[in-house]
């Protein structure tokens, strides 16, 4: 008796994947959009692309992001490359977008910086939203820029008013140019401390570890980016970070004792507070440590 063909329908009905993942492994493998995955179900399908889906689920069993296995992860609306060398983004994180550009909302060709960039997704997708403002992108990894700039020649309209995202390698502000000074500066930035476990587990095993911890106690890196912030804004600037579950308050206090003010913290939809910033308190830049 002949084997029966390998199909659609008989593949995704094998798989040990949750049915959404599946769907977009084995779409991804076909070269398929999702409605074929349904009108197309039940066609025999040729060795090559069965073999491709079959490695692809064996690599999503084995822990590795989808994310990574089909080189996207949609956010803001906007379809993001991913690569193993950059931070996937979380659905989380719009937030972040969202409260900057309720921040910028009253101003006319505001200046944003967004420090560790990776994948460009925050910048990116300020940028989208708001085509007068000029956006700077800094990550100290090469790699992450390379991806971030391929996401905005791709993303983003080559003849926006606010010119091209400016893309910076350094260390949070070492590569800027001194004089420049920001609307709105927004990290999301290595917040999970060294020692928690979640960083052996799942996703984040495959994601970029210097994206994810800052080797210390989960704040270090957003203490250097408060610390230095007030020098890089412009009069009435703000700061924005997305933090921990549990670093709100840490937070707040750092950006109150720097000299920020209306400092307040912002909840997702799980009800986390997963964002906070402030304005800066006076229209002198603090250049003290």
Known sequence: MAEAPDTVAALLRASALPALEARMLLGHALGWRRTELITRAHEPLDAAPVARWRALEARRVAGEPVAQLVGAREFFGLEFEVTPHVLIPRPETELLV????GAIAGRAQPRVLDLGTGTGAIAVAIASSRPDAQVWAVDRSAEALQVATRNAARLLDAGRPGGALNLQQGDWYAALVPALRFDVIVSNPPYIASDDPHLTQGDLRFEPRGALTDEANGLSA????????????????????????????AVRTLMTARGFRQVRSERDLAGIERVSGGELADSSPHTDA
């Open 222 to 249: 957003i203490r250097a980016i408060v610390a230095d912030a007030p020098a890089w804004l412009a009069a009435h600037g703000a700061l924005w970070i997305e933090h921990g579950y549990d670093q709100a308050s």
């Open 98 to 101: 969202e409260t900057v550009l």
